[in-house]
């Protein structure tokens, strides 16, 4: 046995500190159960429904969560048509969720439609491995660090 290149194990890099976050979103009250979310310019409204105790303002946090995953979806989805030649014409994601029963409180489980009408046959798999993988997907199967700090302003 050739001992001279010795295999040292990868180590997964370190998260990335505070300092190296390049993106950011906002966040502040507006009232109630409802808050301003802004990203890049974007506004959002997120708020709880009235059985929830607040005036139903906006979609609430956890809809949001799964609304990221499925038009995350939706775009990859839309890319690998375009890459392909298809057409994206009535590409639809739709997206069901259910709440664990059970602490901590949890989104449980999710199922995605995806209809590509314009997808011919023999692109079915490669597309839904594409679509499988996109960024918040990916995101879920490998979670990132997530610091909660307090401060005096954000």
Known sequence: ??????????????????????ERVEVAH???????????????????????????????????????????????????LSRHGASREGLRVSAEFGLAADRPARVAAVRLRVAAPGLPAERRPAFLAVISRCTVHNSLRRPPEVVVELTDDA
């Open 1 to 22: 046995m050739d001992t001279r290149h010795a295999t040292i194990p990868l180590q997964p890099p370190a998260p990335p500190s505070a300092a190296d976050l390049p």
């Open 30 to 80: 507006a009232g109630g159960e409802s808050y301003l979310i802004t990203v890049r310019g974007h506004t959002l409204v997120t708020g709880q429904p009235e059985q929830g105790g607040g005036d139903d303002a906006g979609a609430t946090p956890t809809e949001l969560f799964v609304a990221s995953l499925a038009s995350c979806v939706a775009y990859y989805a839309g890319r690998f």
